[in-house]
T-cell receptor
Protein backbone atom coordinates (compact mmCIF):
# COMPACT_ATOMS: atom_id res chain seq x y z
CA UNK A 1 0.00 0.00 0.00
CA UNK A 2 1.32 3.42 -1.01
CA UNK A 3 1.73 5.49 2.11
CA UNK A 4 3.62 8.01 4.20
CA UNK A 5 4.39 6.85 7.72
CA UNK A 6 5.40 8.92 10.73
CA UNK A 7 6.69 7.93 14.13
CA UNK A 8 5.89 8.48 16.86
CA UNK A 9 2.21 9.39 16.50
CA UNK A 10 2.10 11.00 19.94
CA UNK A 11 4.95 12.44 21.99
CA UNK A 12 5.11 14.34 25.25
CA UNK A 13 8.53 15.72 26.11
CA UNK A 14 10.20 18.44 28.17
CA UNK A 15 11.88 21.65 27.11
CA UNK A 16 15.38 21.16 25.76
CA UNK A 17 15.32 17.40 25.26
CA UNK A 18 16.34 16.64 21.68
CA UNK A 19 13.89 14.59 19.66
CA UNK A 20 13.46 13.22 16.17
CA UNK A 21 10.24 12.52 14.32
CA UNK A 22 10.74 10.04 11.51
CA UNK A 23 9.00 10.12 8.15
CA UNK A 24 9.15 7.49 5.44
CA UNK A 25 7.40 7.08 2.09
CA UNK A 26 7.26 4.02 -0.17
CA UNK A 27 6.22 5.74 -3.41
CA UNK A 28 9.70 6.72 -4.64
CA UNK A 29 8.69 10.40 -4.48
CA UNK A 30 11.38 12.99 -5.03
CA UNK A 31 9.73 15.75 -3.00
CA UNK A 32 9.10 15.57 0.74
CA UNK A 33 8.04 18.23 3.21
CA UNK A 34 7.16 18.90 6.83
CA UNK A 35 4.25 21.00 8.08
CA UNK A 36 2.93 22.04 11.42
CA UNK A 37 -0.76 22.66 12.00
CA UNK A 38 -2.04 24.99 14.68
CA UNK A 39 -5.65 26.09 15.34
CA UNK A 40 -6.58 29.12 13.26
CA UNK A 41 -3.24 29.13 11.43
CA UNK A 42 -3.68 26.17 9.15
CA UNK A 43 -0.81 24.15 7.75
CA UNK A 44 2.54 25.94 7.65
CA UNK A 45 5.53 24.51 5.86
CA UNK A 46 8.65 23.99 7.98
CA UNK A 47 11.14 22.49 5.52
CA UNK A 48 10.99 20.74 2.18
CA UNK A 49 13.32 18.62 0.10
CA UNK A 50 13.34 18.39 -3.68
CA UNK A 51 15.55 15.28 -3.64
CA UNK A 52 18.31 13.47 -1.77
CA UNK A 53 20.75 15.88 -0.09
CA UNK A 54 18.65 18.91 -1.16
CA UNK A 55 16.68 20.71 1.55
CA UNK A 56 15.20 24.20 1.83
CA UNK A 57 13.48 26.32 4.43
CA UNK A 58 9.73 26.77 4.33
CA UNK A 59 7.65 29.33 6.15
CA UNK A 60 8.56 28.50 9.76
CA UNK A 61 11.98 26.75 9.92
CA UNK A 62 13.27 28.25 13.19
CA UNK A 63 14.03 25.63 15.82
CA UNK A 64 13.92 22.70 13.37
CA UNK A 65 16.43 20.71 11.34
CA UNK A 66 15.96 18.12 8.63
CA UNK A 67 18.09 15.77 6.61
CA UNK A 68 17.54 13.80 3.41
CA UNK A 69 20.19 11.11 3.16
CA UNK A 70 17.91 8.60 1.46
CA UNK A 71 15.04 9.17 -0.92
CA UNK A 72 12.44 7.47 1.25
CA UNK A 73 13.26 9.12 4.62
CA UNK A 74 12.97 12.71 5.79
CA UNK A 75 13.36 13.03 9.58
CA UNK A 76 12.46 16.19 11.48
CA UNK A 77 14.83 17.08 14.31
CA UNK A 78 14.12 19.40 17.22
CA UNK A 79 17.49 20.02 18.85
CA UNK A 80 16.10 21.92 21.84
CA UNK A 81 12.29 21.80 21.86
CA UNK A 82 10.34 24.65 23.42
CA UNK A 83 6.65 24.88 24.41
CA UNK A 84 5.85 26.98 21.32
CA UNK A 85 6.69 23.92 19.22
CA UNK A 86 3.73 22.08 20.70
CA UNK A 87 1.72 21.31 17.59
CA UNK A 88 0.42 18.69 15.17
CA UNK A 89 3.08 17.78 12.62
CA UNK A 90 2.55 16.30 9.17
CA UNK A 91 5.02 14.86 6.72
CA UNK A 92 4.08 14.78 3.04
CA UNK A 93 5.55 13.63 -0.25
CA UNK A 94 4.79 14.05 -3.93
CA UNK A 95 6.12 13.03 -7.30
CA UNK A 96 7.88 15.75 -9.28
CA UNK A 97 9.50 16.09 -12.66
CA UNK A 98 8.86 17.86 -15.92
CA UNK A 99 5.76 20.03 -16.10
CA UNK A 100 3.61 17.63 -14.13
CA UNK A 101 1.90 19.01 -11.08
CA UNK A 102 0.93 16.47 -8.48
CA UNK A 103 -0.91 16.15 -5.24
CA UNK A 104 0.82 15.65 -1.93
CA UNK A 105 0.33 12.51 0.11
CA UNK A 106 0.24 13.18 3.83
CA UNK A 107 1.23 11.04 6.77
CA UNK A 108 -1.13 10.44 9.71
CA UNK A 109 0.39 13.18 11.86
CA UNK A 110 2.46 13.42 15.04
CA UNK A 111 0.98 15.23 17.99
CA UNK A 112 3.84 16.78 19.97
CA UNK A 113 3.52 18.36 23.40
CA UNK A 114 6.52 20.17 24.89
CA UNK A 115 6.19 20.88 28.61
CA UNK B 1 1.37 41.02 2.49
CA UNK B 2 0.59 37.51 1.26
CA UNK B 3 -2.67 35.99 2.42
CA UNK B 4 -4.89 32.99 1.78
CA UNK B 5 -8.41 33.28 3.14
CA UNK B 6 -11.10 30.64 3.20
CA UNK B 7 -14.53 32.21 3.41
CA UNK B 8 -15.56 31.06 6.81
CA UNK B 9 -14.26 28.94 9.61
CA UNK B 10 -17.44 26.86 9.65
CA UNK B 11 -20.29 26.17 7.27
CA UNK B 12 -23.48 24.28 8.12
CA UNK B 13 -25.84 23.05 5.43
CA UNK B 14 -28.72 20.64 5.04
CA UNK B 15 -28.27 17.25 3.40
CA UNK B 16 -28.96 17.37 -0.33
CA UNK B 17 -27.98 21.02 -0.74
CA UNK B 18 -24.90 22.32 -2.52
CA UNK B 19 -22.01 23.44 -0.33
CA UNK B 20 -19.87 26.26 -1.72
CA UNK B 21 -16.51 27.01 -0.15
CA UNK B 22 -14.37 30.00 -1.13
CA UNK B 23 -10.62 30.45 -1.24
CA UNK B 24 -9.23 33.94 -1.87
CA UNK B 25 -5.57 34.86 -2.07
CA UNK B 26 -3.45 38.00 -2.38
CA UNK B 27 0.10 38.53 -3.57
CA UNK B 28 0.63 34.97 -4.74
CA UNK B 29 0.97 33.67 -8.29
CA UNK B 30 0.12 29.99 -8.04
CA UNK B 31 0.67 27.76 -11.03
CA UNK B 32 -2.20 25.68 -9.77
CA UNK B 33 -4.53 25.26 -6.84
CA UNK B 34 -5.50 22.15 -4.93
CA UNK B 35 -8.28 21.20 -2.55
CA UNK B 36 -7.86 18.73 0.31
CA UNK B 37 -10.19 17.12 2.80
CA UNK B 38 -9.12 16.64 6.42
CA UNK B 39 -10.96 14.57 8.99
CA UNK B 40 -10.31 15.09 12.72
CA UNK B 41 -6.98 13.67 13.83
CA UNK B 42 -5.94 12.64 10.32
CA UNK B 43 -3.75 13.97 7.54
CA UNK B 44 -5.21 15.92 4.61
CA UNK B 45 -6.34 13.88 1.61
CA UNK B 46 -6.13 15.24 -1.92
CA UNK B 47 -9.41 15.87 -3.76
CA UNK B 48 -8.91 18.02 -6.84
CA UNK B 49 -6.29 20.05 -8.66
CA UNK B 50 -6.91 22.89 -11.13
CA UNK B 51 -4.32 24.66 -13.24
CA UNK B 52 -4.08 28.42 -13.76
CA UNK B 53 -5.24 28.10 -17.37
CA UNK B 54 -8.29 26.00 -16.45
CA UNK B 55 -11.59 27.60 -15.48
CA UNK B 56 -13.38 24.60 -14.06
CA UNK B 57 -12.73 20.99 -13.03
CA UNK B 58 -15.20 18.31 -12.00
CA UNK B 59 -14.96 14.98 -10.23
CA UNK B 60 -18.16 13.16 -9.36
CA UNK B 61 -20.08 15.51 -7.00
CA UNK B 62 -17.17 17.94 -6.70
CA UNK B 63 -16.55 21.02 -8.82
CA UNK B 64 -13.74 23.54 -8.58
CA UNK B 65 -13.39 26.87 -10.36
CA UNK B 66 -10.29 29.03 -10.54
CA UNK B 67 -10.32 32.72 -11.46
CA UNK B 68 -6.77 34.13 -11.56
CA UNK B 69 -8.11 37.65 -12.21
CA UNK B 70 -10.24 37.63 -9.07
CA UNK B 71 -7.61 35.50 -7.30
CA UNK B 72 -10.32 33.17 -6.15
CA UNK B 73 -11.26 29.50 -6.23
CA UNK B 74 -14.70 28.12 -5.47
CA UNK B 75 -15.21 24.53 -4.33
CA UNK B 76 -18.68 23.02 -4.68
CA UNK B 77 -20.09 19.78 -3.29
CA UNK B 78 -23.44 18.99 -4.86
CA UNK B 79 -26.08 16.74 -3.29
CA UNK B 80 -24.16 16.94 -0.02
CA UNK B 81 -24.27 14.07 2.46
CA UNK B 82 -23.47 13.84 6.18
CA UNK B 83 -20.36 11.86 5.18
CA UNK B 84 -19.06 15.02 3.48
CA UNK B 85 -18.68 16.65 6.90
CA UNK B 86 -14.99 17.49 7.30
CA UNK B 87 -12.55 20.39 7.07
CA UNK B 88 -11.65 21.43 3.54
CA UNK B 89 -8.32 23.09 2.80
CA UNK B 90 -7.29 25.01 -0.27
CA UNK B 91 -3.62 25.02 -1.22
CA UNK B 92 -1.68 27.26 -3.58
CA UNK B 93 1.22 25.53 -5.25
CA UNK B 94 4.02 27.65 -6.65
CA UNK B 95 6.17 24.61 -7.46
CA UNK B 96 8.54 24.10 -4.55
CA UNK B 97 6.44 26.18 -2.24
CA UNK B 98 2.93 25.17 -1.20
CA UNK B 99 0.76 27.39 1.01
CA UNK B 100 -2.45 26.28 2.70
CA UNK B 101 -5.49 28.16 3.87
CA UNK B 102 -6.70 27.66 7.43
CA UNK B 103 -9.63 25.55 6.20
CA UNK B 104 -13.42 25.59 6.36
CA UNK B 105 -15.17 23.11 8.62
CA UNK B 106 -18.23 21.82 6.78
CA UNK B 107 -21.09 20.14 8.64
CA UNK B 108 -23.88 18.51 6.61
CA UNK B 109 -26.96 17.90 8.71
CA UNK B 110 -29.37 15.04 7.94
Amino acid sequence: EAQVTQNPRYLITVTGKKLTVTCSQNMNHEYMSWYRQDPGLGLRQIYYSMNVEVTDKGDVPEGYKVSRKEKRNFPLILESPSPNQTSLYFCASKRTGGLTYNEQFFGPGTRLTVL
Amino acid sequence: SQKIEQNSEALNIQEGKTATLTCNYTNYSPAYLQWYRQDPGRGPVFLLLIRENEKEKRKERLKVTFDTTLKQSLFHITASQPADSATYLCALDMGNDMRFGAGTRLTVKP
